[in-house]
C-alpha cells in the first residue's frame, strides 16, 4: 500500500514553453501532497504544500507564478513549470500525506530545460 | 525552528557488517516523530523506519534499527548485515503533527556504499 506515482518520470522541453507533472496516490486518498526539488547530491527542498480544493502553501523564495500547483481531486495533485528556463532543470519529487503520519514519496520527475 | 544534523557525509561497510548512520535534531516541541529514508540510485525516496517520540522502545524493520535518545536528541540507524542493495543516500528527517500540514525537516544525507 501508500504507493505514489509521478508522470513523467523525464521530460525535456525548450526555454519559454510549459511542462506539466502530475503526482498521483494509487491506493489512498491524501488531502495534503507537497512537491520538493533536489539539485545533484543534495537534500530535499521543500517549494510548496498542496491541499486538496485550496490554493497551495509556497515555501519562502518559491515563486508562486512560475511553479503553479493544482490539487483538484484526493488522488491527483500537479505542478506545472510555466514559461521554463535553463535554471529550472532540476529533479522533482511529489509525497502525499498518509497513515500512518508519514509521507510517502513518489519516483520523481526528470526536468531538463534546453 | 527545528533542524537536523547528519555529521557523516559519507560513509562505506563491508557486506554483511554492521553500520550505524548517525542524526541529532533541535526542537523546543514534545510530540513529534522522527524518520529514516533511503534514496537509492534510482532517486525513490523509501521510508527505511519510523518512530514516535513518545515511544521508549526503539523502532526495528528487520535489520533496520533505531537508537532514540530523546534528552539528547539523537536518532541513529544501525543496519545490520549489510547488503550491496542497501548503497544509497539516507536522509534523517523530523515532522511535529500539525493537523494535516505536517511538513518535513530533513537533514543533508549521508552517502552509504556497502563494498562487496
Known amino acids: 500500500g501508500a504507493v505514489v506515482s509521478q508522470h513523467p518520470s523525464w521530460v525535456i522541453c525548450k526555454s519559454g514553453t510549459s511542462v506539466k507533472i502530475e503526482c498521483r496516490s494509487l491506493d489512498f486518498q491524501a488531502t495534503t501532497m507537497f512537491w520538493y526539488r533536489q539539485f545533484p547530491k543534495q537534500s530535499l527542498m521543500l517549494m510548496a504544500t498542496?491541499?486538496?480544493?485550496?490554493?497551495?502553501?509556497?515555501e519562502q523564495g518559491v515563486e508562486k507564478d512560475k511553479f503553479l500547483i493544482n490539487h483538484a481531486s484526493l488522488t491527483l495533485s500537479t505542478l506545472t513549470v510555466t514559461s521554463a528556463h535553463p535554471e529550472d532543470s532540476s529533479f522533482y519529487i511529489c509525497?502525499?500525506?498518509?497513515?500512518?503520519?508519514?509521507?510517502?514519496f513518489g519516483p520523481g520527475t526528470r526536468l531538463t530545460v534546453l | 525552528a527545528q533542524t537536523v544534523t547528519q555529521s557523516q557525509p559519507e560513509m562505506s561497510v563491508q557486506e554483511a557488517e554492521t553500520v550505524t548512520l548517525s542524526c541529532t535534531y533541535d526542537t523546543s516541541e514534545n510530540n513529534y516523530y522522527l524518520f529514516w529514508y533511503k534514496q537509492p540510485p534510482s532517486r525513490q525516496m523509501i521510508l527505511v523506519i519510523r518512530?514516535?517520540?513518545?515511544?521508549?522502545q526503539n523502532a526495528t524493520e528487520n535489520r533496520f534499527s533505531v537508537n532514540f535518545q530523546k534528552a539528547a536528541k539523537s536518532f541513529s540507524l544501525k543496519i545490520s548485515d549489510s547488503q550491496l542493495g542497501d548503497t544509497a543516500m539516507y536522509f534523517c528527517a523530523f515532522m511535529t503533527p500539525q493537523g494535516g500540514s505536517e511538513k518535513l525537516v530533513f537533514g543533508k544525507g549521508t552517502k552509504l556504499t556497502v563494498n562487496p
Open positions: 518512530q514516535e517520540a513518545y515511544k521508549q
Open positions: 509525497s502525499a500525506w498518509g497513515m500512518p503520519d508519514t509521507q510517502y
Open positions: 498542496s491541499n486538496e480544493g485550496s490554493k497551495a502553501t509556497y
